[in-house]
């Protein structure tokens, strides 16, 4: 068990405090229908420590998060809701949200169209697979492609890369970008990467993102390369695994908003293990259970496949099919089998 207490500990713990306390003023988390002190303090730590957190959340995962039941967790985000005023939009307004989402290409087409279209912005994009199967080959290529214009699959912005495993190749960014006839000295300059240290910072940096959007700088692209490490590092043991739960659906909040509030495609990936229990078929399976799986917004499996290539399959995604698709991974980049 870790018995001490960092600085950034006791400083969330104030600010904690601080909000609210604000929040009191108005309308409060406990006094929701059905919510008292315990109650609260588990949604709490859960991440829903804003009416509008618990607003915007499913039955599911309230239920998940405070042991409430179903019904009960129906009233207590619809009470949210109302004292929220959060009001119809009308379909025209939700077409034109939708319209302002990027799709950044991957470098193949037939990815992005399992994809529907591309990395999306103002969403969560999971890519998991065993080492070597792409996923910091899929980051690389993101951080280039960010960067041209809509027309041919970009943004024209920035990337930030939180790096946990010291994975990101400035030389790997020169060679995919110089094969795109790019100017890589310009590509590299537009892509800040800072490497987290433990799951705190990781955690922190995400904060320093929303500063340097809100100082100005284009960032549509947020990679963290890989998600999990970190928190796996940080808590090891058996006892620790709520506590590391708790932390990662925080961490899986703050992105989420990050993303839906100044429309940034944000990729993730992650690492696997192997299922125990499953013997039939492939055994592999993300690490971070349901909080990581029910939070991101579209998971992929990627696996090595024939003759070099790679497979990714499209695990759940609210509007796009379970399917497969083959790219190549070569010294240009992400690219379609010839
Ligand atoms: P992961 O992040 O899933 O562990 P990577 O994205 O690092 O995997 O994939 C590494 C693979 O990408 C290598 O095994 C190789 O097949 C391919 N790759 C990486 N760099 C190059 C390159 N310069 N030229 C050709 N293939 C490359
Ligand atoms: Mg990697």
Redesign the pocket.
């Known amino acids: 068990m870790k018995t001490e207490i960092s600085l950034e500990e006791i400083k969330e713990d104030l600010e904690s405090k601080k909000s609210s306390k604000k929040e009191k003023k108005e309308f409060a988390i406990t006094d929701l229908p059905g919510v008292g002190a315990a109650t609260a303090e588990k949604l709490k730590e859960a991440g829903f420590d804003t009416l509008l957190s618990i607003a915007v959340a499913s039955p599911g995962v309230i239920v998940e998060a405070s042991g409430v039941g179903e019904a009960v967790a129906r009233k207590i985000i619809q009470t949210a809701r109302s004292k929220l005023n959060l009001g119809f939009e009308s379909g025209d307004e939700i077409l034109r949200k939708r319209e302002n989402i990027i799709k950044l290409t991957t470098g193949s087409k037939a990815f992005d169209a399992l994809l529907g279209g591309g990395v999306e912005s103002s969403a969560l994009t999971e890519?998991y697979?065993?080492?070597?199967?792409?996923?910091?080959?899929?980051?690389?290529q993101l951080a280039v492609n960010v960067q041209l214009p809509r027309e041919k699959g970009g943004a024209s912005g920035q990337a930030v890369w939180v790096d946990t495993e010291s994975?990101f190749r400035p030389e790997?960014i020169k060679?995919i970008a110089e094969a795109a006839g790019l100017n890589s000295e310009e590509i590299l300059k537009n892509i800040k990467v800072a490497r987290a240290f433990n799951s705190d910072h990781q955690m922190i940096l995400i904060d320093k993102v929303e500063e340097l959007i809100k100082e100005g700088a284009p960032i549509k692209l947020l990679v963290v390369?890989s998600l999990m490490s970190l928190f796996r590092s940080d808590f090891t043991g058996r006892g620790q695994l709520a506590d590391r739960q708790q932390k990662i659906n925080r961490h899986i909040h703050a992105l989420l908003k990050l993303a839906e509030m100044y429309n940034v495609a944000i990729y993730l990936?992650n690492q696997v293990m192997s299922r125990p229990d499953v013997f039939f078929g492939d055994p592999t399976e993300a690490i971070g259970g349901h909080i990581v799986a029910h939070g991101v917004t579209y998971r992929i499996y990627?696996r090595k496949g024939k003759k070099?290539s790679r497979v990714a399959r499209m695990i759940d995604a609210p509007h796009i099919a379970d399917t497969e698709c083959c790219f190549v991974?070569?010294?240009k980049g992400i690219n379609d089998l010839e």
């Open positions: 890519c697979g065993a080492f070597g199967s792409g996923k910091s080959s899929l980051a690389h994975t790997r060679q390369d990936t990627l070099g991974i070569t010294e």
